[in-house]
């Protein structure tokens, strides 16, 4: 490309530049179920809210918003199963622990969907139940975020470590 007169312009060009390339290496370089730590970040956002909750915060306003914050994390859960499944499905081989790997990753995030949705329905048939204190649902997000912590590092194993799903590594 030729170089503009301007130094300001030249500056501006090569930034450009140069951020077009980095993005397009982040995105060769990443796996498509990235948006699938948005849906993490929701349910432990939810947990963060039950702790003030159970903290004694007045009214139920918590209690909502982590309610809120949970479906959002299950629709988002399940719209990142999908490029996850077609991963696997279409998963050539390659090292012999990512195919074990990938399959407790997906048994771990299924039995936190399905615990969320216990949750979420608890909660919306009773919102009493998440009383300020311990409480049967809060239990149920303490141990859906301690799963969670335990997916997304097999997950990041699968990706980061094994190239799984991540364009020109397999």
């Known amino acids: 490309m030729p170089q ?20 397009r290496e982040y995105l060769q370089a990443s796996h498509p179920s990235d948006a699938g730590c948005l849906s993490d ?36 859960a399940l719209g990142a199963a999908i490029p996850g499944f077609i991963d696997l499905l279409f998963y050539k081989g390659g090292a012999p622990p990512v195919g074990k790997i990938a399959l407790t990753h997906m048994a771990i995030n299924l039995t936190v969907v399905v615990l969320y949705a216990i949750n979420i329905w608890m909660r919306m048939r009773s919102p009493a139940s998440v009383s300020p204190g311990l409480s049967t649902p809060v239990l149920r997000s303490i141990a859906g975020v301690a799963l969670l912590f335990v997916s997304g590092w097999l997950g990041g194993q699968t990706v ?9 590594r397999e």
């Open 41 to 76: 970040r929701s349910l432990g956002f939810s947990l963060v809210c039950d702790v003030i909750r159970v903290a004694g915060a007045p009214g139920e306003a918590w209690a909502i918003v982590a309610l809120y914050s949970m479906v959002g994390g299950l629709v988002g």
């Open 4 to 23: 503009c007169a301007s130094p300001i312009a030249n500056f501006f060009r090569r930034l450009t530049e140069d951020t077009h390339a980095y993005s």
């Open 160 to 168: 980061h470590v094994y190239g799984v799903g991540v364009e020109g």
